[in-house]
Each structure stands twice: as structure tokens, then as C-alpha cells.
T-cell receptor, first 115, second 115 residues
């Protein structure tokens, strides 16, 4: 069955430190992969997406993610975290099925940033 | 910019009431979605629509119905609200094409409490 796992429910990092949020997926075909961010009281905003091509994807707000097919992973990274990055982060995989399909979300990782 | 608006940010209803959640998008998107967000469960798809008057069940359609009479508007209906429907409800839309392989644009969410 298709699934997305974000192993870390909660992560705390110091401002200025590097960040990596993990995402593992289970999907038989080539996946369409997304990272979304949800700030408190807001809807979800797309950070970046991977469909094909270069496996290192650049997104907004200085984030990047690397697709590793052999590890079924799509980890999100940022070299230097800012206090405004505190939010909940969701990894998702889009699975096509004919004219329809499904966007499967992970459980989310809450990022706390220490001053 | 794509804008997805939801009729209420916070809503309090009583058990057994009929509840309408409204969502409007201004980008002429064919695809629209309703999700439910609960802590530790990520987002779960309730219903989606890929055209006016067309709808498909998602993962958790029980207790919900939807209506799409106009392209820009997608309504979620709780026929008889129950306490286990207390949750955050998120609406999203996406451009034409395979509905789960392109970026989805989210509204700010409606936090519904059923007493």
C-alpha cells in the first residue's frame, strides 16, 4: 500500500543551525513528491516538489530536498534555520491512477526553533 | 496569486446540526479537494471534485457529502454533525490535469468544534 512516513514528530533546533527533516515513502511507480509547510493558523503552502530530472530540488525560503530512489526518501534540508521557520512540515506523495489518484500526506513534523 | 478562501475560520456547532463549509477559489481550477487534519494523522482526503457536478470519495467520506454547482465553489456538508467530526477542515484546489500530481493550493482552514 502507498504510504508516507515522517519519523520525527517533533524537532527542536537552534536558530542558525542546519536542519534535515526526514521523509520515506512507499509507492510502486515513479512518485510525485511534495513538501508543504503550515504556519500556525494558516493553510498549507508548497515549499518544493519533485517530478523528474535533477534529484536535488530547490524550493522557496532557502529549502532544498533530495530524492533518493534507492532509499525511498525525500528529505528536506536547510543550511541555516530562522526563527520564522517554526511551523509544521508535511511530506506528500502524489499517486496517479488513471484519471484520478491520491495525494498521500505524512503525519507531519513540528519544528521548534530556539533563539 | 491563487487564492482559496473558506467561509469561516472557527465554527462551533451542536451535535445533530447540519453544517455547511464553503470554499471558493479564484484561479479557475478544475480540481478541488476537502481534507480533514487531525494531530498525528496528517491530512486525510474526504472528497474531491474534478469538474462541476463531479465528485469522488476520498479516504474518509462517511458522514460527509459535497456539492459543486459552480466551478469556483466547493461545499462540504455534514448532514448531522457528531463530536468525532471536531477537526480542522482544509480546502484545496489545483490546475487541470491529473488531480494528484500537481501543486495543490490550500485555504486557511476551518476549525470546527461539535459540542
Amino acid at each position: 500500500a502507498q504510504s508516507v512516513t515522517q519519523p520525527d514528530i517533533h524537532i527542536t533546533v537552534s536558530e542558525g543551525a542546519s536542519l534535515e527533516l526526514r521523509c520515506n515513502y512507499s509507492y510502486g511507480a515513479t512518485p510525485y513528491l511534495f513538501w508543504y509547510v503550515q504556519s500556525p493558523g494558516q493553510g498549507l503552502q508548497l515549499l518544493l516538489k519533485y517530478f523528474s530530472g535533477d534529484t536535488l530540488v530547490q524550493g522557496i525560503k532557502g529549502f532544498e530536498a533530495e530524492f533518493k530512489r534507492s532509499q525511498s526518501s525525500f528529505n528536506l534540508r536547510k543550511p541555516s534555520v530562522h526563527w520564522s521557520d517554526a511551523a509544521e512540515y508535511f511530506c506528500a506523495v502524489g499517486a496517479r491512477s488513471g484519471n484520478t489518484g491520491k495525494l498521500i500526506f505524512g503525519q507531519g513534523t513540528t519544528l521548534q526553533v530556539k533563539p | 496569486d491563487v487564492k482559496v478562501t473558506q467561509s469561516s475560520r472557527y465554527l462551533v456547532k451542536r451535535t445533530g446540526e447540519k453544517v455547511f463549509l464553503e470554499c471558493v477559489q479564484d484561479m479557475d481550477h478544475e480540481n478541488m479537494f476537502w481534507y480533514r487534519q487531525d494531530p498525528g494523522l496528517g491530512l486525510r482526503l474526504i472528497y474531491f471534485s474534478y469538474d462541476v457536478k463531479m465528485k469522488e470519495k476520498g479516504d474518509i467520506p462517511e458522514g460527509y457529502s459535497v456539492s459543486r454547482e459552480k466551478k469556483e465553489r466547493f461545499s462540504l456538508i455534514l448532514e448531522s454533525a457528531s463530536t468525532n467530526q471536531t477537526s480542522m477542515y482544509l480546502c484545496a484546489s489545483s490546475p487541470p490535469g491529473a488531480p494528484f500530481t500537481d501543486t495543490q493550493y490550500f485555504g486557511p482552514g476551518t476549525r470546527l468544534t461539535v459540542l
